[in-house]
């Protein structure tokens, strides 16, 4: 079974609570990606992006503290193989 390299997740800093967390995906180079899944470090979806409807992005809510995400890419035949966190990006 093929599967793809998971992408590497760009997450901007936010400076209060009440502005989401903007987290930006860089795609990968693999035909049948449908979807993107963006995910904490337990392993919890926090967003769901579609790879056909460019920007990659999603916004979350998130309480003050610090957070790191994971991005992993689904295909037909499962999920790929997920990669390193993101940096970590601090809401206060």
Known sequence: ??????????????????????????????????????????GKTVCTVDASAPPLQCRVRRDEGWYRFRVVAATPQDDAVSLRMSVAVRVK
């Open 1 to 42: 079974m093929l599967r793809a390299d998971a992408p590497q997740a760009k997450v901007l800093k936010t400076s209060t609570n009440k502005k989401p967390v903007r987290i930006r995906l860089s795609p990968v180079d693999y035909p049948t990606v449908q979807r993107y899944r963006v995910t904490t470090p337990k």
